[in-house]
């Protein structure tokens, strides 16, 4: 490929955050038109349930088997929180795309990444550079623009 032979190097992630990222825009996608048909709440709830079989699917496919037997109670906790916080937020979004339009409503919920580094600043004392802090205000500005 053109971009190896210039030594241009991606950071290590970088490739599946995007993938990721087309994933997720085309999910809250799909995710308006079932709880538009079905209602929120069983949206949520098939989607949950969803996610935790292709979840043993692919462990069963890789041969990894699942196991907390070796955690500590501390962390089964924090695992079982943070599956209902997600859970919940998950509901809440689709709460309010049965109620708005997804093109207001998915930039605001993508903000998720905005959140998720201001706890990790706050939290884990993690330091934002520069070029980062513009891909922060640029993400806000695009949400406020969104809005009106």
Do not use: C, Y
């Not at 970088?14 to 990721?20: L, S």
């Not at 538009?36 to 692919?58: V, Y």
């Amino acid at each position: 490929m053109i971009l190896k032979r210039r030594n241009f190097q991606i950071s290590t992630g970088v490739k599946e955050t995007v993938i990721g990222a087309f994933f997720f825009g085309s999910f809250w996608n799909i995710s308006e038109l079932i709880s538009e048909k079905i209602g929120w709440f069983q949206a949520t709830l098939f989607i949950k349930l969803g996610i935790i079989l292709l979840f043993l699917l692919f462990s069963f496919l890789v041969k990894q088997e699942i196991s907390l037997t070796k955690s500590s109670m501390k962390t089964k906790l924090i695992l079982i929180s943070i599956g209902i916080i997600e859970a919940g937020a998950i509901a809440i979004v689709n709460f309010g795309l049965t109620i708005g339009d997804a093109i207001l409503i998915t930039p605001i919920a993508s903000a998720l990444s905005v959140v998720t580094i201001m706890m990790a600043v706050i939290f884990l004392k993690e330091k934002v550079h520069k070029l980062q802090t513009f891909g922060i205000i640029t993400v806000i500005s695009g949400i406020i623009v969104t809005g009106f």
